[in-house]
T-cell receptor, first 114, second 115 residues
Framework: DVKVTQSSRYLVKRTGEKVFLECVQD?????MFWYRQDPGLGLRLIYF???????EKGDIPEGYSVSREKKERFSLILESASTNQTSMYLC?????????????FGPGTRLTVT | GEDVEQSLFLSVREGDSSVINCTYT??????LYWYKQEPGAGLQLLTY?????DMKQDQRLTVLLNKKDKHLSLRIADTQTGDSAIYFC???????????????FGKGTKLSVKP
């Protein structure tokens, strides 16, 4: 079974702090994704990576950066957390960017910025 | 731009059929998906349909695609309390150098099943 794990289920940070969200997958997938999920807005893609050290901006990259130094690990970084980044963050991975290929999701990290 | 619309809530009684509807805007979408999110969990792929099909059946799940109207539906037969979850419709689109692996999700339909 594919497993996508996220470092924390719940996180509380203060405004202005630097925040790291970690995601690890164990199926040697090429592609990894970071989404945020907000009530009434669904899932929105922040960034994705199609290979080690390669990244592409998604629909809402502002205020975020990412790092993929190893194939199995994809980190989302909030350089200076703000209250409007309070959200559920979901990581996903897939073996291919071809259509019809499943994205496997982690359980999510609920981040609160105070 | 691309958009996927679905109603936010649906309530049914146990044993009834549930029908969750979705409309999408990108006519170049070749794959459409249904994901399920149970409380406190990530999303799990339920099923997907290729755009040259108009129906796909998998046990209690039936997916209908009307490509002309850009309308997708998910029917769950004999709905059980364990089906209570949020259901997301998603389309894949050609972007980022020709890949379809990036999905546009709807806002999700919360299905409540009453005993």
């Amino acid at each position: 079974d594919v497993k996508v794990t996220q470092s924390s289920r719940y996180l509380v940070k203060r405004t202005g702090e630097k925040v790291f969200l970690e995601c690890v997958q164990d199926m040697d997938h090429e592609n990894m994704f970071w989404y945020r999920q907000d009530p009434g807005l669904g899932l929105r893609l922040i960034y994705f990576s199609y290979d080690v050290k390669m990244k592409e901006k998604g629909d809402i990259p502002e205020g975020y950066s990412v790092s993929r130094e190893k194939k199995e690990r994809f980190s989302l970084i909030l350089e200076s957390a703000s209250t409007n980044q309070t959200s559920m963050y979901l990581c996903a991975s897939s073996s291919s960017l071809a259509g019809g290929v499943e994205q496997y999701f982690g359980p999510g990290t609920r981040l609160t910025v105070t | 731009g691309e958009d996927v619309e679905q109603s936010l809530f649906l309530s049914v009684r146990e044993g009834d059929s549930s029908v969750i509807n979705c409309t999408y805007t990108d006519s170049s979408s070749t794959y459409l998906y249904w994901y399920k999110q149970e409380p406190g969990a990530g999303l799990q792929l339920l099923t997907y349909i290729f755009s040259n099909m108009d129906m796909k059946q998998d046990q209690r799940l039936t997916v209908l695609l009307n490509k002309k109207d850009k309308h997708l539906s998910l029917r769950i037969a004999d709905t059980q309390t364990g089906d209570s979850a949020i259901y997301f419709c998603a389309e894949s689109i050609w972007r980022y150098g020709g890949s379809q692996g990036n999905l546009i999700f709807g806002k999700g339909t919360k299905l409540s099943v009453k005993p």
